[in-house]
Structures are given as C-alpha cells and as structure tokens.
T-cell receptor, first 114, second 114 residues
Framework: EAQVTQNPRYLITVTGKKLTVTCSQN?????MSWYRQDPGLGLRQIYY???????DKGDVPEGYKVSRKEKRNFPLILESPSPNQTSLYFC?????????????FGDGTRLSIL | AQSVTQLDSHVSVSEGTPVLLRCNYS??????LFWYVQHPNKGLQLLLK??????LVKGINGFEAEFKKSETSFHLTKPSAHMSDAAEYFC????????????FGSGTKLNVKP
C-alpha cells in the first residue's frame, strides 16, 4: 500500500528542546515537502526537496531544517523549538516535480511547544 | 504570482441538499487546480484536479468542480450532501512554470445537519 508515514503523530515538548519529525514514503517519489497548517491560514510550505541532497526553502522556513540523505526519508528538524511553532505538520510527496500531479499526504503530526 | 481565495470559512447545509464551496484563484500562467478534503485527525485526500483538459471535472464521492477562466473560479459542488461529507475542504493552485510551488486556500469547513 502506498504510504507517507509521519512520526510521531503527537508531541508535547518544551521551548528549546531539539526535536525531529520523521517522514518516510514507500512510493519511490522524488519530490517531498513539509507544510504547517494553522487555523484560517490553510497549509504553508516550509521546505521541499526535488531529490536526494536537493532541498530548498518554501514560504515559512525560519526555525526549521531538513535533510534528504536518502530518497525515502525527509525529516523535519526543529533545533530550538519555540511556542510559535505549535502547529499541525504534514509531509507530502509527488512522483516528480510536475505540479499536474496531486500530492500524497501523511496523516499529520501535531506539535505543541510549551 | 499565484494565490487562492476560499470565499467562505464555514458552510452549513442540511443532509440531502446541494453543496457549493467557492474558490477563486489568481495565476499568471495556466494553472493546475485541486480540491482536497481533510477529515478530523487525517491528512488531505484528493477529491479532484483540473489540468487544462475538460473544464468540468468529476471527482470522488459525487463531487465535481467547474473551471471558469473568465471568472477565475473553481467552485466545488455536490448535488446532495451526506453526513460523511462534513470535513474541511481546501482549494489548491499550482502553475506549470513553477512546478515546485503549491498555494493553498485557507479552507472551508463544511457542516452537514441531519
């Protein structure tokens, strides 16, 4: 079954404590992306990756890092989380960078930064 | 530049009555347009997409949308609402020339009354 798997699904943590949200896909997709969803704002792109070792900033990259060392994984790293990063996060994939294709989404990770 | 405006943040209908969720877009180039649905605690699921073929697009679960270039609209409709349609709906635009970017509307929450 084609899947985009995010872990953890829920996390409550404190300001400044580094955390990583993992995203893994089994579809051999080249393109992976991270979004955050906030009420009334829809989804906003944080970072994306066109392929292994190729990453680029989205619209709201401040406070986040990503890496793409292998095709199937695209972790999101918060080096020093702050309360304004409390949000619902989604990982999404595409077969390639062709925007005609619909994205495949994970089930989301809800982060609470106290 | 691309942008999406979902004109209603909340829509409430009675079961069995028609659904209309409105979306207007702005795009400098030929857009691709998508509607996604998000059920509580779930990721986004594709309902339908428009990619410069037929202007009336049929999707899953009886939904359809019509691309109207003159009105820059891509409204989502369904003839008869079902209780299971209660969810949040997102309109998304991307542009062929900028295949890395997807722009999400702020979402419309659909409530279906018995």
């Amino acid at each position: 079954e084609a899947q985009v798997t995010q872990n953890p699904r829920y996390l409550i943590t404190v300001t400044g404590k580094k955390l990583t949200v993992t995203c893994s896909q089994n579809m051999n997709h080249e393109y992976m992306s991270w979004y955050r969803q906030d009420p009334g704002l829809g989804l906003r792109q944080i970072y994306y990756s066109m392929n292994v070792e190729v990453t680029d900033k989205g619209d709201v990259p401040e406070g986040y890092k990503v890496s793409r060392k292998e095709k199937r994984n695209f972790p999101l790293i918060l080096e020093s989380p702050s309360p304004n990063q409390t949000s619902l996060y989604f990982c999404a994939t595409l077969p390639d960078g062709n925007s005609n294709q619909p994205q495949h989404f994970g089930d989301g990770t809800r982060l609470s930064i106290l | 530049a691309q942008s999406v405006t979902q004109l209603d943040s909340h829509v409430s209908v009675s079961e069995g009555t028609p659904v209309l969720l409105r979306c207007n877009y702005s795009s400098s180039y030929s857009p691709s347009l998508f509607w996604y649905v998000q059920h509580p605690n779930k990721g986004l699921q594709l309902l339908l997409k428009y990619t410069s073929a037929a202007t009336l697009v049929k999707g899953i679960n009886g939904f359809e949308a019509e691309f109207k270039k003159s009105e820059t609209s891509f409204h989502l409709t369904k003839p008869s609402a079902h209780m299971s349609d209660a969810a949040e709906y997102f309109c998304v635009v991307s542009a062929l020339y900028n295949f890395n970017k997807f722009y999400f509307g702020s979402g419309t929450k659909l409530n279906v009354k018995p």
